[in-house]
């Protein structure tokens, strides 16, 4: 699998490769996964040369992070990269109180605390480290500091100023101290990320969603902040929630909920166009974003081996000039948006 390698801001390399796993679906994101399925999936991903990981203590408040230490066990630490998040603690609590009911299932009885100060993040860290075996982590980001989760832009204010007066001194210190190689912001709103780079000296961005093959509105301001600061992307959720997987079918899911019809019809139109090209939408959909200079690596995730590989043959499939024309000259995809070679 081809790499990137990353020069962050702060001097620290990186060495990506194209694609990462994104471990959410391993922390019973939706459904149960057995323990075997899982370490199945992660060594399926090791096998066609992932070497990035990323996991979080929401996935499964804690699960993801305990399969990739069960998973990386015997393999050599210079071998791998692994991202983790701070944010949010867990704290032991009643089943019927804890996270995502619903949303995870059969996992540790946790709720969870948002915390982006300096306690906070290094306590996270500490607790990450434990669930994880290892005793680094390249990558820390700041998860969730957006609206999306926390309701309104004056919620999503006050968590930032947190951060930037208390917990980015201590993001700083452990990369200072080499603890950590890099830092950055995994959120789903470029406005956030923007808003961060403004204010402190960030590395990376895991950005979900947001800038997507339906999605460019981040080019008007955001990525051409990153390529000016040589700030790195990490794309997490390329198909946009599914319907770039799935296509336009009637319960399509859009930013985690069912697509609207404006969503559905654009996607019908960006379909029409691939099919002309003999290309399929998912194809088109994990290339994509890959050609803006900025973004480093795609994280699809995956639940079973297979689509582990499907995932890994989508993203070698030969797509033609032409396509990315046509869906520029259509106003299916934004002018400025760097295509694919």
Known sequence: MKTNTFKAPSGATIKFTEM????????????????????DTLEAAWKTGMRYYDTAPLYGAGLSETRLNHFLRGKKRGDYIVSTKIGRLLQVCKPSE?????????????????????????RSLDFSL????????????????????H??????????ETLMKSGYKALVKLRDE??????????NEWEVCEILAKRGDFDLFLLAGRYTLLEQKALDSFLPLCEERGIGIVLGGPY??????????????YNYSKAPKSILDRVRRIEAVCKRHKVKLPEAA????????????????GVTPDQVKLNVKTLAAKIPKALWRDLKAEGLLDARAPAPK
Request: aromatic share 8%.
């Open 151 to 160: 309701g309104t832009a004056a919620a999503r204010d006050a968590h930032v």
């Open 98 to 122: 804890r996270l995502g009911i619903g949303k995870f299932f059969d996992i540790p009885s946790r709720r969870e605390i948002y915390d982006y100060s300096y306690d906070g993040v290094m």
């Open 178 to 187: 080499k603890v950590i190689k890099a830092f950055g912001g995994g959120v």
């Open 240 to 253: 946009n929630s599914g319907i770039l997987a799935t296509g336009a079918k009637a319960d399509a899911v």
């Open 130 to 149: 434990e669930r994880l075996g290892i005793d680094s982590v390249e990558i820390l980001f700041v998860h969730d500091i957006d609206i999306f989760n």
């Open 286 to 301: 994990l290339r994509f974003p890959l050609a803006h200079p900025s973004v480093v690596s795609v994280i699809p995730g």
């Open 20 to 39: 990462g796993f994104g471990t959410a679906p391993l922390g019973n994101l939706l459904g149960t996964v057995t323990e075997k399925a899982a370490q």
